[in-house]
């Protein structure tokens, strides 16, 4: 069974601070490795992608990843209220992709 | 360009009653994949489709489930009959080279 683990917070930070978010995986094959965002009663959206270790930047959201410790991480710098929202986990093999359970992230003013 | 489009966003039903969910995925994808999200399970693949074709039903939970997909823009997805512990949001998500999956944004069904 491959299984994509969080700790489901809730994770509160202030307005302004690094938000670090944490995901670890089971299936050592995994090649490929997503971050989602859902906002309440939405549907999740694709923020990060990344396939090699080491980080990827895009704006205020880095990931990074870890192959030989199984570990992916989404930092998100300056955080605002409007990143307050559930941070979903996504690994891929064979297509397949799946999720951790999400980490519910409040940014408070 | 228009994302992926599901109906309807909101059913309710009785136990017992057919439910059919549509999806129609981003133009020019070749992958299309059905989810179910609940807040015990979290997000669930039922079942996804290269090509229209099928490739992996495992996660479809038993028979009273089925889905098709009879061309590049059109799939369905069917409880027959329907159960209580059916209730959820059902995604449906398409991709191009079935990677980055891009998610449309759910059918809320509740079963009673």
């Known amino acids: 069974q491959k299984e994509v683990e969080q700790n489901s917070g809730p994770l509160s930070v202030p307005e302004g601070a690094i938000a670090s978010l944490n995901c670890t995986y089971s299936?050592?094959?995994?090649?490929?490795f997503f971050w989602y965002r859902q906002y309440s009663g939405k549907s999740p959206e694709l923020i990060m992608s990344i396939y090699s270790n080491g980080d990827k930047e895009d704006g205020r959201f880095t990931a990074q990843l870890n192959k030989a410790s199984q570990y992916v991480s989404l930092l998100i710098r300056d955080s605002q209220p409007s990143d307050s929202a559930t941070y979903l986990c996504a690994v891929i093999g064979n297509y397949k992709l799946t999720f951790g359970k999400g980490t519910l992230l409040t940014v408070n003013p | 360009d228009a994302g992926v489009i599901q109906s309807p966003r909101h059913e309710v039903t009785e136990m017992g009653q057919e439910v059919t969910l549509r999806c129609k995925p981003i133009?020019?994808?070749?992958?299309l994949f059905w989810y179910r999200q609940t807040m015990m399970r979290g997000l669930e693949l039922l079942i996804y489709?290269?090509?229209?074709?099928?490739?992996?039903d495992s996660g479809m939970p038993e028979d009273r489930f089925s889905a098709k997909m009879p061309n590049a823009s059109f799939s369905t997805l069917k409880i027959q009959p329907s159960e209580p512990r059916d209730s959820a949001v059902y995604f449906c998500a398409s991709s191009f080279g079935g990677e980055e999956q891009f998610f449309g944004p759910g059918t809320r069904l509740t079963v009673l």
């Open positions: 489709f290269n090509n229209n074709v099928p490739i992996d």
């Open positions: 133009s020019g994808h070749d992958y």
């Open positions: 299936d050592r094959v995994s090649q490929s």
